[in-house]
């Protein structure tokens, strides 16, 4: 059991869909972080948030957009994305900026 | 800004072999480091940490890791490898103080030949 949770574990959709990411981490942590990894990549780190304040855009394009509505939750909400989009995508929290990382499962997605 | 080099994308040692993977780090003061393990489509699991004071850190899994400041390094090692320590393997470096922004290295993977 890592804390972290992540739904859905898999999602397939079209380049016109839109859909949403969810994270939750149950262990009081204050900062959150969306990563992308693809096979043959390295891992990338899309967004940082800490105490609800997104701190980092690592030059991600405008069709993935976060949100933390607290330090509980995080959401990657996807839109017209494209097929190079289809990766695992990963959250991780930590006790604040600067702490070791808790991450989660990940979400594999599938754009057709 | 910081980097993080892991030289090997493949390691390949026979079960019961000892193993050291090798992390190098670009930082221009102390940085806190990590090891993360990665099973195949699962997130990635904390191995180890260093903040400061004794630079070799104990983790979970027996493995260790030493700090050299020297040669900029933070190698992991292992005594004895087992079947189920195939993985991947990767090094994090971080920022002392509120600013930090993680830095992976590419990881290493790790085969295990019975």
């Known amino acids: 059991e890592t804390g972290v949770t992540q739904t859905p574990r898999h999602l397939v959709m079209g380049m016109t869909n839109k859909k949403s990411l969810k994270c939750e981490q149950h262990?009081?942590?204050?900062?959150m972080y969306w990563y992308k990894q693809s096979a043959k990549k390295p891992l990338e780190l899309m967004f940082v948030?800490?105490?609800?304040?997104?701190?980092e855009n690592n030059s991600v394009p405008s069709r993935f957009s976060p949100e933390c509505p607290n330090s509980s939750h995080l959401f990657l909400h996807l839109h017209t994305l494209q097929p190079e989009d289809s990766a695992l995508y990963l959250c991780?929290?930590?006790?604040?900026?600067?702490?070791?990382?808790?991450f989660g499962p990940g979400t594999r997605l599938t754009v057709t | 800004a910081q980097s993080v080099t892991q030289p090997d994308i493949h390691i390949t040692v026979s079960e019961g072999a000892s193993l050291e993977l090798r992390c190098n780090y670009s930082?221009?003061?102390?940085?806190?480091l990590f090891w993360y393990v990665q099973s195949p489509g699962q997130g990635l699991q904390l191995l180890l940490k260093?903040?400061?004071?004794?630079?070799l850190v104990q983790g979970i899994k027996g493995f260790e890791a030493e700090f050299k400041r020297s040669q900029s390094s933070f190698n992991l090692r292992k005594p004895s490898v087992h079947w189920s320590d195939a993985a991947e393997y990767f090094c994090?470096?971080?920022?002392?103080?509120?600013?930090?922004?993680?830095?992976f290295g590419r990881g290493t993977s790790l085969i295990v030949h019975p």
């Open positions: 991780a929290s930590s006790p604040r900026q600067g702490n070791e990382q808790y």
């Open positions: 262990l009081g942590h204050n900062a």
């Open positions: 948030y800490s105490l609800e304040e997104r701190v």
């Open positions: 930082y221009g003061a102390t940085p806190y």
């Open positions: 260093y903040f400061s004071g004794d630079t």
């Open positions: 994090d470096v971080g920022a002392t103080g509120g600013s930090y922004i993680p830095t």
